[in-house]
């Protein structure tokens, strides 16, 4: 026979006899706590008060049958998975079906063999039993995990405290390592490491030039005797701090040890902007220091150096740094001199420079290329703006922004303005000719300073107009502003004559200078042309704010147009169509181009 497992077991059947027999059965084969229930409502009170190991469920019943019973405990989360076993006189398929649908595990005719009943009772209980330790075994095994979740993540906790240590530590002996003690600026490990860095941009790129100024106090050790070493490092930090006023953040300036100082300033355009920096710091050594009781006065030597592609090693640059400083020491101190092969390199490119332009003009290397202007209101070019560039044999391309100042400076930039007023003017000549361009088609040319104030600039002018047979109405001359307000009587002799022969009169770059409404309205000049830096902020959000909308607004009062030079995107295309521009161009429209790319320009006629 067999011997059932201690359970607590639920019979439930509405013929009393059948639940004699069945609890006298299963009470002698077990320990098993057998409870009776002889009609479904009984049956649900019982299982809800005591939830049994196992039931075993008659069908057929008044009121509540079996079927019911057995689904009312299964919509119950408590009642849900207690197993049933259905026994009833029920034999067909049908009958059985549906047992099993409603989550029945098994399923026994009567009459009904007692052995039977016994073993598939035994083997719902065992399964139980087994359910049962299996949900305990996954309780524990969470527990477990949680528990090691949380051990994991004490040590988590544990070790990001420790990499924020370590960081702080790391912190600390980077501190110490590259930063000064005393004054709290990088030191010289520190700055010869940034000044490495400015090397290797040297050696990347020709061009490119920084500057070291070796600064050393002057009379620092009398201070430091007659006042005391505590004295003389509070002096240091004042100085470094008054110091740090004068530097730009992209600027490094170190203590490389006792009273000298260095700044390193990366990207310099030329040795003009530390010569500034320098007698900067020198006028701020006029003002005492305020050292406790005291007002201490000391002055400072500057040495100058100017980085370039000939420096290969940082400790070149400040030997020849503190060369110069010690060379204003001698010189009788409180003064800046500046590293005399620097200079003397610095003065050597712009004689080679001057040298290679003039030979340029005559070697044809200088070439025009033509950038569109175009009509914001048709979208059709209206003009082309005429752009000097400079194809050096060796070189190569060499930048308008190196060459056109040492030009100026030399006053090469009359002739080379002169031949490009008439290369421009003979050009639109060919186009007029070849039909590319109508009769309101326009070429627009820089002035520069130089050749706007030169005696015979109208006569010149003339004279070109003349030659190439090209009406003064399609010749626009832009000036700067900045140019206008150097030599205003001057000027507006020259703009006045110029104006009488209809030639257009164009301010360049508006919005970068002075941009005063008196002047505007004192020369006689048709359009202003808006600065790309401006275009480049236009966006939806500025459209009706800043000074774009108020300069276009300001020339339409005074009868000008408007041309918004670099426009690079079709938003800031939309927005200044929106503001009412008249004209505009940018690599959006194109790029500056050669005379055969323009001509393949005009041909096509686009339309934007």
Same mark, same amino acid.
């Given at each position: 026979?067999?011997?059932?497992?201690?359970?607590?077991?639920?019979?439930?059947?509405?013929?009393?006899?059948?639940?004699?027999?069945?609890?006298?059965?299963?009470?002698?084969?077990?320990?098993?706590?057998?409870?009776?229930?002889?009609?479904?409502?009984?049956?649900?009170?019982?299982?809800?008060?005591?939830?049994?190991?196992?039931?075993?469920?008659?069908?057929?019943?008044?009121?509540?049958?079996?079927?019911?019973?057995?689904?009312?405990?299964?919509?119950?989360?408590?009642?849900?998975?207690?197993?049933?076993?259905?026994?009833?006189?029920?034999?067909?398929?049908?009958?059985?079906?549906?047992?099993?649908?409603?989550?029945?595990?098994?399923?026994?005719?009567?009459?009904?063999?007692?052995?039977?009943?016994?073993?598939?009772?035994?083997?719902?209980?065992?399964?139980?039993?087994?359910?049962?330790?299996?949900?305990?075994?996954?309780?524990?095994?969470?527990?477990?995990?949680?528990?090691?979740?949380?051990?994991?993540?004490?040590?988590?906790?544990?070790?990001?405290?420790?990499?924020?240590?370590?960081?702080?530590?790391?912190?600390?002996?980077?501190?110490?390592?590259?930063?000064?003690?005393?004054?709290?600026?990088?030191?010289?490990?520190?700055?010869?490491?940034?000044?490495?860095?400015?090397?290797?941009?040297?050696?990347?790129?020709?061009?490119?030039?920084?500057?070291?100024?070796?600064?050393?106090?002057?009379?620092?050790?009398?201070?430091?005797?007659?006042?005391?070493?505590?004295?003389?490092?509070?002096?240091?930090?004042?100085?470094?701090?008054?110091?740090?006023?004068?530097?730009?953040?992209?600027?490094?300036?170190?203590?490389?040890?006792?009273?000298?100082?260095? %700044?390193?300033?990366?990207?310099?355009?030329?040795?003009?902007?530390?010569?500034?920096?320098?007698?900067?710091?020198?006028?701020?050594?006029?003002?005492?220091?305020?050292?406790?009781?005291?007002?201490?006065?000391?002055?400072?030597?500057?040495?100058?150096?100017?980085?370039?592609?000939?420096?290969?090693?940082?400790?070149?640059?400040?030997?020849?740094?503190?060369?110069?400083?010690?060379?204003?020491?001698?010189?009788?101190?409180?003064?800046?001199?500046?590293?005399?092969?620097?200079?003397?390199?610095?003065?050597?490119?712009?004689?080679?420079?001057?040298?290679?332009?003039?030979?340029?003009?005559?070697?044809?290397?200088?070439?025009?290329?033509?950038?569109?202007?175009?009509?914001?209101?048709?979208?059709?070019?209206?003009?082309?703006?005429?752009?000097?560039?400079?194809?050096?044999?060796?070189?190569?391309?060499?930048?308008?922004?190196?060459?056109?100042?040492?030009?100026?400076?030399?006053?090469?930039?009359?002739?080379?303005?002169?031949?490009?007023?008439?290369?421009?003017?003979?050009?639109?000549?060919?186009?007029?000719?070849?039909?590319?361009?109508?009769?309101?088609?326009?070429?627009?040319?820089?002035?520069?300073?130089?050749?706007?104030?030169?005696?015979?600039?109208?006569?010149?002018?003339?004279?070109?107009?003349?030659?190439?047979?090209?009406?003064?109405?399609?010749?626009?001359?832009?000036?700067?502003?900045?140019?206008?307000?150097?030599?205003?009587?001057?000027?507006?002799?020259?703009?006045?004559?110029?104006?009488?022969?209809?030639?257009?009169?164009? %301010?360049?770059?508006?919005?970068?200078?002075?941009?005063?409404?008196?002047?505007?309205?004192?020369?006689?000049?048709?359009?202003?042309?808006?600065?790309?830096?401006?275009?480049?902020?236009?966006?939806?959000?500025?459209?009706?704010?800043?000074?774009?909308?108020?300069?276009?607004?300001?020339?339409?009062?005074?009868?000008?147009?408007?041309?918004?030079?670099?426009?690079?995107?079709?938003?800031?295309?939309?927005?200044?169509?929106?503001?009412?521009?008249?004209?505009?161009?940018?690599?959006?429209?194109?790029?500056?181009?050669?005379?055969?790319?323009?001509?393949?320009?005009?041909?096509?006629?686009?339309?934007?």
């Amino acid at each position: 026979m067999n011997h059932l497992p201690a359970a607590d077991i639920l019979i439930v059947d509405d013929t009393p006899e059948n639940l004699r027999l069945l609890s006298v059965m299963l009470s002698k084969q077990s320990d098993c706590v057998v409870r009776k229930a002889l009609s479904g409502q009984a049956a649900l009170v019982a299982a809800q008060t005591v939830i049994p190991d196992l039931i075993l469920l008659d069908i057929m019943m008044p009121d509540m049958d079996g079927y019911q019973v057995c689904q009312h405990l299964k919509s119950v989360p408590a009642t849900a998975d207690i197993p049933i076993i259905f026994l009833s006189a029920l034999n067909e398929t049908f009958d059985k079906v549906k047992a099993f649908q409603l989550g029945a595990v098994d399923y026994i005719t009567k009459p009904f063999q007692f052995e039977e009943v016994l073993t598939r009772v035994q083997t719902q209980l065992m399964l139980g039993q087994r359910s049962r330790d299996i949900r305990q075994l996954n309780a524990e095994l969470e527990k477990r995990v949680e528990e090691r979740t949380r051990q994991l993540e004490d040590l988590n906790r544990e070790l990001i405290q420790e990499i924020i240590e370590r960081k702080r530590v790391q912190s600390q002996l980077l501190e110490m390592a590259f930063y000064d003690a005393l004054t709290g600026l990088p030191n010289r490990s520190l700055f010869i490491d940034r000044l490495n860095k400015e090397i290797k941009h040297t050696s990347c790129n020709s061009s490119y030039l920084f500057a070291v100024l070796f600064l050393d106090c002057d009379r620092f050790k009398v201070i430091n005797d007659s006042l005391g070493h505590l004295v003389g490092d509070e002096l240091l930090i004042a100085i470094a701090q008054r110091l740090q006023h004068y530097v730009k953040q992209t600027d490094t300036i170190a203590r490389l040890g006792g009273d000298e100082f260095a %700044i390193l300033m990366p990207n310099v355009p030329n040795l003009d902007s530390a010569i500034q920096l320098a007698q900067m710091l020198l006028d701020m050594f006029a003002s005492p220091f305020e050292i406790r009781q005291w007002q201490v006065f000391t002055g400072a030597s500057v040495g100058i150096v100017l980085g370039h592609a000939g420096y290969t090693k940082s400790e070149h640059v400040l030997r020849d740094a503190d060369t110069a400083m010690y060379r204003a020491k001698a010189l009788g101190k409180a003064q800046y001199q500046v590293f005399d092969t620097a200079m003397h390199e610095a003065v050597l490119r712009l004689l080679q420079l001057e040298t290679d332009m003039r030979r340029a003009l005559e070697a044809q290397e200088f070439v025009l290329h033509y950038q569109p202007i175009v009509s914001l209101t048709t979208g059709h070019i209206t003009g082309l703006e005429a752009l000097l560039r400079w194809q050096h044999p060796q070189q190569g391309f060499i930048s308008p922004i190196e060459f056109i100042p040492i030009a100026e400076e030399t006053g090469l930039i009359l002739s080379i303005g002169e031949w490009v007023i008439r290369t421009a003017c003979q050009q639109l000549r060919n186009w007029q000719q070849q039909g590319l361009v109508d009769q309101r088609f326009s070429v627009s040319i820089n002035l520069s300073a130089r050749q706007f104030v030169q005696t015979n600039l109208i006569q010149q002018i003339d004279q070109i107009l003349f030659e190439t047979q090209i009406s003064p109405f399609h010749l626009k001359l832009e000036i700067t502003e900045s140019n206008i307000m150097n030599n205003t009587k001057l000027v507006t002799s020259i703009l006045k004559q110029l104006k009488k022969r209809r030639i257009h009169l164009s %301010i360049d770059d508006f919005g970068t200078g002075y941009s005063s409404l008196s002047y505007l309205q004192a020369f006689p000049a048709d359009s202003l042309k808006i600065d790309r830096s401006f275009i480049q902020r236009l966006t939806k959000s500025s459209v009706n704010s800043g000074l774009i909308p108020a300069i276009i607004s300001i020339a339409r009062a005074m009868q000008m147009s408007v041309v918004a030079e670099g426009i690079e995107t079709l938003e800031q295309l939309t927005l200044l169509k929106h503001l009412n521009c008249e004209l505009g161009q940018g690599y959006l429209f194109s790029a500056p181009l050669s005379i055969a790319e323009t001509n393949e320009l005009l041909i096509k006629n686009p339309c934007w």
